[in-house]
């Protein structure tokens, strides 16, 4: 009874970890970098979300950062080489290693959840709870402020944890507000114009 027990735990854990292991999401991308399958690439664009297994291939003056969900872990990248999506970390071949960096689990849950154009073509991918009260949309607002006072001033995590939390609940006006100030802050960072256009779609998306 005991082996069988035991037998069946280890089929449930590995469950939850394959369920959980949902690849990485690209959050910078600088640079040449495409995603190889087969014969075929097309370039990878900021945002998009990896499954574990995929191939990239950067190039000489690529600059790259993946979020894995799994481990929390970032990788920053840079130069030529090829790069194959682990079980929460990234397998080299050629590239230098990375500049690696372990992200609080309640941040890479908010950065799981930001929204691909994969995504709100198949209705959404996110999950809203209910309408946000002040307090907490005020609680969102210092941990984003806390996490910008600790964070490199090129550093998105921060503001992508903070349009998920809001998006999440709802409090698309305060949402609204943030991203203004995102582009007012960063009127020439083409990922912030791109994470701006993709929240702005996700809330169009879920007020239909």
């Known amino acids: 009874m005991r082996v069988w027990f035991l037998a069946l735990l280890t089929l449930w854990v590995g469950a939850a970890l394959a369920q959980q292991d949902r690849g990485a999401l690209a959050t910078a991308v600088e640079g040449k970098v495409w995603r190889v399958q087969g014969v075929e690439k097309r370039p990878l664009e900021a945002f998009e979300r990896l499954e574990a297994g995929e191939r990239l291939s950067l190039d000489k003056e690529a600059r790259l950062t993946l979020v894995f969900f799994l481990t929390g872990q970032?990788?920053?990248?840079?130069?030529?080489?090829?790069l194959e999506i682990g079980s929460g970390e990234g397998v080299s071949r050629g590239l230098a290693p990375p500049e690696v960096k372990k992200l609080p689990d309640y941040l890479v849950k908010q950065i799981a959840r930001t929204p691909t154009l994969l995504a709100q073509g198949r209705g959404g991918g996110m999950r809203l709870r209910a309408i946000a009260t002040p307090e907490a949309i005020a609680k969102v607002d210092n941990t984003y402020k806390r996490l910008r006072m600790e964070s490199a001033p090129g550093d998105l995590n921060?503001?992508?944890?903070?349009?998920?939390?809001?998006?999440?609940?709802?409090?698309?006006?305060?949402l609204e507000v943030a991203l203004g100030e995102l582009e007012t802050s960063r009127p020439n960072d083409s990922e912030a114009k791109v994470l701006a256009a993709l929240y702005r779609k996700a809330v169009k998306n879920a007020l239909r």
């Open 158 to 174: 921060p503001d992508m944890y903070r349009l998920s939390a809001l998006f999440e609940m709802k409090a698309f006006d305060a």
């Open 74 to 82: 970032q990788e920053r990248y840079a130069g030529g080489g090829e």
